[in-house]
């Protein structure tokens, strides 16, 4: 087998391959190297180098060890069938081109987790039973809990277990392999099994034009920022005192896509500072955020520290600037409170129109859900009905806005396997593409929607979109869509989406019913929301339906209910 080609657009494994995983590490150390050379060091380079004319033996076992839980591994141990030649032959070329280290020093901690209690109780039975006055049938952790104290240097295995102890090898340079992760993905959340251990060629990927502007990483101390903001939130994740991590926090940062990084960091800091009894250092951090949801426990912890004053006035500032949804409803909230404190009147609420409700009593199906029970009674031959819940809209504004959605912007594409930008869900996700998206949205008020939005289907029919589920949008139905529903309609609609993606992608009512042939006024439609015996609206669904409500738009609520045997003919 041979490497992926540099420079060419990388090709996905299939999994019949039983080397699938080695042909998928490739890709990505291919893919590193043609985008992100400039950033390596020339150690780094010389490494990489190496992995490219390593047998496949080796780079095989290379990428299994990389894979697995730590840096040690017992060369007993393994074992991968698939590999051709003998594993000792591949050790020897991994040990001879400095990837692996032979007899290095390991702690208890390591001992214990390499070696099973059968092995280590007969090891250190003697001086668990003379020495220590213990039973040498410990269980394994208090063991090592015993043993570390009496034991807190390193060693290497021949002096914790003998000579006859396994071979055990120490795989190097993994901060490399971290740092070539980083730049494929983009975060290190994910692990290598997300992407070498999956079969990727079962769906199709929108071909994005990559360069050196579009990249996240501008240079390599911006990849030296994310990996000290990742070793922050690792601290913090394994309980350090947030006073101590953060002067570890890189300050304010000129990258956009580091920056919003940085914002969510300094929202978990400010939540372990609170957590942790450090309310003055929660609330210096907070402040530092620009994170939306910092802005809400900001002000909740100024409440409960009774420093009203000064959380009314924040609060009235941030009142009238451009708050979502949710944060409105949270805000209006908090205000209420403090005005109450402040002998101050709050600020009008505007009270949302009523939604209108009817109400069904069907006889219950065996299997279908209440949703299809429902559909199948309203439907007619002159007024189909559709369950899209929120496929439908958002489908459409996937199509329209394609273009946008997929424009090689930095921080938003690292690698040709996408389903979506990966900052979809990042707050300045739509002002990095104001004037592409408002280009979009334009279209609605010529006409020219329609042809945008099927030529797209057409062109781009089985390509992954984050807002499209291509076997629920048909030709059909999305053509009886832009006949029913008018474009000033979903001009609103795709405006209050771009609002706030993470929102309103969801919440939208269970069915669309249409009426195309339709006399007077022509063709239109309306959405229901249906709802079972003790189901309720949720909260991003009620703020749907009061704004269907404001803007005049066709939306109500079916509650159904079961006929009893007693109301059955």
């Not at 840096?71 to 594993?87: A, C, H, I, Q, T």
């Amino acid at each position: 087998m041979t490497t992926q080609p540099r420079g060419q657009r990388p090709q996905t494994a299939d999994l019949e391959d039983p080397l699938y995983y080695l042909r998928n590490m490739d890709t990505v150390v291919s893919w590193v190297a043609d985008h992100h050379w400039d950033l390596l060091t020339a150690d780094e380079r010389s490494r990489l180098d190496n992995f490219f004319v390593l047998s496949t033996a080796a780079r095989g076992l290379l990428t299994r060890m990389v894979m697995r839980t730590g840096e040690l591994f017992r060369v007993d141990k393994l074992n991968y069938p698939e590999l051709p030649g003998s594993m000792a032959d591949a050790l020897a070329e991994l040990t001879d081109s400095k990837w692996l280290e032979t007899s290095p020093m390991l702690g208890i901690e390591d001992l214990f987790r390499l070696f099973t209690l059968a092995e280590l109780r007969p090891v250190f039975a003697n001086l668990l039973m003379t020495d220590l006055g213990l039973p040498k049938n410990l269980p394994k952790a208090r063991m090592r809990e015993v043993l570390t104290e009496h034991f807190p240097e390193p060693k290497r295995l021949h002096e914790w277990l003998g000579d006859d102890a396994p071979a055990l090898v120490r795989l190097r340079d993994m901060p490399l392999f971290d740092r070539t992760r980083l730049m494929f993905f983009g975060n290190l959340r994910q692990s290598w099994t997300d992407f070498v251990l999956v079969e990727l060629g079962y769906q199709q990927y929108e071909q994005v034009t990559f360069s050196p502007d579009s990249r996240a990483f501008h240079q390599r101390a911006d990849v030296d920022c994310y990996l000290q903001m990742h070793q922050c939130r690792q601290w913090l994740d394994e309980g350090a005192a947030a006073v101590e991590v953060w002067p570890e926090v890189p300050g304010p940062l000129d990258n956009p896509w580091l920056a919003s990084r940085r914002d969510r960091l300094l929202l978990e800091l400010g939540r372990q500072a609170e957590r942790q009894g450090e309310r003055e250092l929660a609330l210096e951090v907070l402040a530092a955020s620009n994170h939306r949801e910092a802005r809400l426990k900001q002000l909740r912890l100024l409440e409960r520290m009774k420093r009203f004053g000064e959380a009314w006035e924040i609060a009235r500032h941030w009142h009238t600037g451009d708050l979502s949804d949710a944060e409105a409803q949270g805000m209006a909230r908090i205000l209420k409170r403090l005005a109450a404190k402040m002998g101050e009147a709050p600020p009008m609420v505007e009270t949302p129109p009523p939604i209108r409700e009817f109400t069904l009593t069907l006889q219950k199906p065996e299997i279908a859900s209440v949703e299809l029970a429902a559909q199948q009674h309203l439907e007619t031959d002159e007024a189909p009905v559709f369950y899209v819940e929120n496929t439908l809209i958002n489908g459409m504004f996937g199509l329209l806005c394609w273009r946008t959605i997929f424009a090689a912007i930095p921080g938003a594409f690292f690698h040709p396997f996408h389903v979506g930008p990966a900052d979809l869900m990042r707050e300045d996700f739509v002002e990095r593409r104001q004037q592409a998206f408002d280009q979009s949205i334009a279209l609605l008020r010529g006409g020219d929607y329609r042809q945008r939005i099927l030529e797209t289907w057409h062109v781009k029919q089985g390509i992954t979109n984050p807002f499209v589920v291509w076997p629920v949008l048909s030709e059909d139905l999305l053509t009886m869509a832009m006949d029913c529903i008018p474009a000033s309609h979903l001009e609103r609609l795709f405006e209050r989406l771009l609002h706030n993606l993470k929102e309103h992608r969801s919440g939208f009512p269970d069915l669309i019913r249409f009426y195309p042939g339709a006399a007077g006024p022509g063709p239109r439609y309306e959405m229901i929301e249906v709802k079972g015996p003790g189901d309720r609206l949720q909260d991003h669904q009620r703020r749907w339906l009061a704004f269907f409500a404001r803007e005049g738009m066709p939306a109500s609520v079916c509650y159904v209910s079961w006929q009893t045997d007693e109301a059955s003919p």
